[in-house]
């Protein structure tokens, strides 16, 4: 796998950027948020998932059969993902979007859920891929979307795929489970994020890792370590290098 060899720069500059969310836009995962009772279960479940220890569809339906959210805990989360936020992560976005890149969010996640969270980041409903759930009338859980590949692994990489006619190349994918790490390839370029949830074997395979809390580095990385011409989003950018560069970051 190709490796990022100048600390703090990926030496190119994408034109896509995909953010994974549960604990890399935000700093929560949002199945556990649900969980209540069976939180302690359930987190066993998502870690064995992240790591990769078993496959995602092996958990998947567990873990929603276990919490039966409803419509109104599932909007709930989506406030707790945009009250969670990680540190620079909307401006990491708009600073993106400002310099003409593309920038999706695919998740594993409850789709109305990190539907909300992209609405508050400024993206557009196109922008997002997630597991779609259902519910009654009175907005009781019925099920979820079965025939997603995101809920399954390797979901992420087929996702890509059908995005990659919409997406301009080289694409940047940046997450912190192992079912972020699949999607690459398509994906030029994996950075693990580290800031929230620390995977050994994720990091070991990424191009580079950030392990700030913040997400600044990512804007360094997308655009090569070229500063933007931007002077609104330069502070940005050079926080986001210095913390690439520096000791909690550790570029391959």
């Known amino acids: ?31 556990e948020e649900l969980a209540f009772v069976h939180r302690a279960e359930i987190t066993l479940l998502t870690e064995a998932a992240m790591r990769g220890d078993v496959a995602l569809e092996d958990v998947f339906a567990r873990r929603l059969e276990l919490v039966r959210p409803s419509r109104a805990d599932v909007a709930a989360l989506g406030d707790r993902y945009i009250q969670t936020l990680v540190p620079d992560a909307k401006a990491l976005v708009t600073a993106l979007l400002s310099e003409g890149i593309i920038v999706r969010v695919i998740s594993g996640g409850l789709y109305p859920a990190v539907l909300m969270l ?34 399954r692994s390797g979901g992420k990489r087929v996702q890509v795929e059908r995005w990659l006619p919409l997406l301009t190349r080289p694409i940047m994918f940046v997450g912190d489970g192992i079912t972020d790490l699949e999607a690459r390839p398509p994906a030029d370029f994996f950075v693990a994020y580290t800031g929230v949830a620390h995977r050994p074997e994720v990091a070991a395979g990424a191009d580079a ?36 560069t520096g000791a909690s970051n550790t570029p391959h």
């Open 118 to 151: 992209a609405h508050s980041l400024g993206l557009s409903d196109d922008s997002v891929a997630a597991v779609d759930v259902f519910f009654d009338e009175a907005g009781v859980y019925t099920g979820f979307d079965r025939a997603s590949p995101l809920a």
């Open 1 to 31: 796998m190709k490796r990022a060899t100048n600390a703090g720069r990926s030496a190119q500059r994408f034109g896509t950027v995909l953010f994974d969310c549960d604990s890399t836009l935000s700093s929560i995962e949002g199945i």
């Open 209 to 244: 890792v950030v392990k700030s809390r913040s997400l600044a580095p990512v804007l360094s990385l997308a655009l090569g370590g070229v500063p933007p011409a931007d002077t609104k989003i330069r502070a940005l950018f050079d926080r986001g290098t210095s913390l690439m």
